[in-house]
């Protein structure tokens, strides 16, 4: 008997051997899905396609309307060229208005003219010469200007008619003292 094979015990059928490797068992898949789920998942994703196309519709639309605006810009900026083209003739006009009031002033007294704009510049310049900052002092008086030596007119009333005595007062040669 010893000889004899010997046959082991059946093994029960729900248990592999144990020196077997287990069987793979085939994976049946997540199952049938309820409809319920089905339902409230493809509404969401028709819901996101849905919002998807009004942002893609808005920004097309938000991307025109910036083209329509940049288009205005452009109109807005070609009908003002013109006014900036006189408002350039102004500004010469002015620069050369300017420069030859700033010539006009004496030459020691042309740090006394602001900075800044020429508006400004100008109006204070107007002012200025209104007060006479810039014109020589006035003479006396008693003394005659500079350059301009007359003779006093000497008038003998004695030797003159009474005629000649009316006519000279009248012309502002003779005045009466007094």
Known sequence: MADEPTNP?????????????????????????????????????????????KLKKAQAKA?????????????????????????????????????AQIDAVPEDKRGLVPDGDPVTRLQW?????????????PQSPGNPPPGRRSQPNTFDLNNMSPEEIRKARAEGKITLAG
């Not at 109109?75 to 083209?85: G, H, M, R, S």
């Open 125 to 137: 310049l107007q002012k200025a010469q209104a007060a006479g900052l810039f014109t020589p002092p």
């Open 63 to 99: 991307t025109e309307d910036a083209l329509k605006e940049q288009e205005k810009w452009k109109e807005l900026y070609e009908q003002a060229q013109p006014q900036v083209e006189e408002a350039k003739k102004y500004r010469d006009a002015l620069d050369e208005l300017l420069t």
């Open 9 to 53: 015990a059946p093994e029960p059928p729900g248990n592999p051997p144990p020196d077997s490797a287990p069987e793979p068992t085939p994976d049946p898949g997540p199952g049938p899905v309820p409809y319920d789920r089905f339902k409230h998942i493809n509404d969401r994703a028709k819901a996101a396609e849905a919002e998807l196309e």
